[in-house]
């Protein structure tokens, strides 16, 4: 059974960086996993995902080109990493692994492709 522990998350201004950290433990090597989100008021939203061994990766058109995901499995551990952040990635970001190794060709930006998830960190982008 996998475990997720997300951390890195906090308050920083508009067009900074942050890099989340997702720690797992168990068979990660048989999951691709993901990123999400969820601000306030609205439903949980796909950021990005990324497959077991890196060879295939997909992000959110809001993403696209600010952020980048990667994984290290030695170290049982996948990565966010945030550029010119802007007061809509304000959000609850969670850490998730896919049912799948890949992902690829399939809707992994469906919310029940993906179990379990870990309990969230807060980033929030101050203007």
């Known amino acids: 059974q996998v475990q997720l522990v997300e951390s890195g998350g906090g308050l920083v201004p508009v067009g900074d960086s942050l890099r989340l950290s997702c720690l797992a433990s168990?068979?990660?090597?048989?999951?691709?996993l993901g990123w999400w989100r969820q601000a306030p008021g609205k439903e949980r939203e796909f950021v990005a995902v990324?497959?077991?061994?890196?060879?295939?990766?997909k992000y959110s058109d809001a993403v696209k080109g600010r952020f980048t995901i990667s994984r290290d499995n030695a170290r049982r551990m996948v990565f966010l990493r945030m550029d010119s952040l802007k007061p809509e990635d304000t959000a609850v970001y969670y850490c998730?692994?896919?049912?799948?190794?890949?992902?690829?060709?399939?809707?992994?930006?469906?919310?029940?492709?993906?179990?379990?998830w870990g309990q969230g960190t807060q980033v929030t982008v101050s203007s």
């Open positions: 998730a692994a896919h049912q799948t190794p890949c992902g690829e060709g399939l809707n992994v930006a469906d919310g029940q492709s993906y179990e379990p």
């Open positions: 168990g068979r990660i090597s048989e999951h691709a």
């Open positions: 990324i497959a077991w061994n890196a060879g295939w990766i």
